[in-house]
């Protein structure tokens, strides 16, 4: 049998220390160009693997910091779902993972600053920041930057801010994805068309609307109006009654954020879901039930569970191998109905 090329023959056959040969698979060693050609090519010649986890045991530990802003649970809680999944897959490789979550009544970029300051003050290697795009966070971030931790923005961005990179949803794709449902949904005489959005201080719901809107007008939708519900379900449940107050006739609705069971609830008790057609974000209990039931006809899957898993994952490879990251890592938006709706059900 073929014996395995480990670090040490590879070494024994370079006539090189077992340090030598291990500094060329880092990146950011201190090891000449010319050396580093040399051992890489030998190790691709005798098939020689690094091991990577032996490698990461004896370097320094890599830790990582989080900070979730609590807000809608059935969406940030997949999201932590996915940041927790990703770190127990990588946790044998030296890194460490300290998370810590805001609720809606803990909030405030205070409150949030307090919390990245620990992680600088704690020489954290990388931040993972969810669902905090209040202008007095750029700074900060930024503060974190120069001190060499590389943050991460999930589902919402601070394109302002010196961020690695924004693991989040397409909006591109999602907004041209419901207008085209609503094409195919709706009667050529029945296409006026209500939209609810989470916070539009958010660049994931400006760009939801936005594309939504774009692509609605070239098949002949109607968007009567657009209301901002703060991702607040008490704000969404006003704002749906001033809707069917306001105007005499609503076709359809959009919800771009997982805030949607207010909506889906005003319109089953007032049954006007033969005469209302929705389309959601997202898959969670209570709205899966309405999805059954026929309140709504269309749910787009945005997978934060993969949002956040990605975060951590891509930040992980960036600090421990300097693997290069894009600037915008997307989850793909997936159309959900009651037919394949078990296909995403645990």
């Known amino acids: 049998m073929e014996q395995k090329v480990t670090i040490y023959t590879l070494a024994e056959k370079l006539n090189m220390s077992v340090s030598a040969v291990s500094r060329a698979f880092n990146p950011n060693s201190k090891l000449s160009a010319e ?8 190790a691709e010649q005798y098939g020689y693997v690094q091991n990577k986890m032996a490698s990461r045991l004896s370097q320094q530990p890599i830790r990582i910091g989080v900070l979730m802003r609590g807000r809608i649970e059935a969406y940030y809680l997949k999201m932590l779902d ?12 030296k890194v460490t ?39 007095g966070i750029v700074a900060k971030v930024n503060e974190l930057a120069e001190a060499g931790i590389k943050v991460v923005t999930l589902h919402n961005d601070l394109p302002a801010s010196s961020r690695l990179f924004t693991s989040t949803t397409n909006t591109e794709y999602t ?42 007008m070239t098949l002949g939708l109607q968007l009567l109006q657009h209301y901002d519900t703060l991702d607040t379900p008490q704000i969404a449940e006003w704002l749906v009654q001033e809707a069917f107050e306001t105007h005499e006739r609503i076709d359809a609705i959009y919800i771009s954020s997982s805030n949607s069971i207010p909506i889906c609830r005003y319109v089953d008790e007032h049954g006007l879901s033969d005469q209302v057609t929705i389309i959601a974000s997202d898959i969670f209990d209570e709205l899966n039930e309405y999805l059954r039931r026929g309140v709504v006809n269309a749910t787009i899957f945005q997978d934060p569970f993969a949002q956040g898993y990605a975060a951590f994952e891509k930040l992980y490879y960036n600090l421990a191998e300097n693997r290069p990251v894009p600037t915008f890592v997307t989850a793909r938006p997936q159309i959900v109905l009651k037919s394949n709706l078990p296909l995403y059900q645990k």
């Open 82 to 93: 996915g940041i927790k999944a990703a770190y127990a897959d990588f946790q044998n490789y």
């Open 175 to 216: 907004g041209r994805m419901v207008a085209q449902l609503f094409d195919i949904f709706l009667p050529p005489d029945r296409r006026n068309i209500i939209a609810f959005s989470g916070s539009m201080q958010s660049l994931i719901h400006q760009g939801l609307i936005f594309s939504f809107s774009r692509c609605a």
């Open 97 to 135: 993972c300290d998370i810590r979550t805001l609720s809606r009544d803990d909030f405030s970029a205070d409150n949030a600053c307090a919390v990245l300051e620990e992680f600088r003050s704690a020489g954290y290697d990388g931040v993972i920041l969810h669902g905090i795009y209040h202008e």
């Open 35 to 42: 050396k580093r050609k040399i051992i890489l090519e030998a």
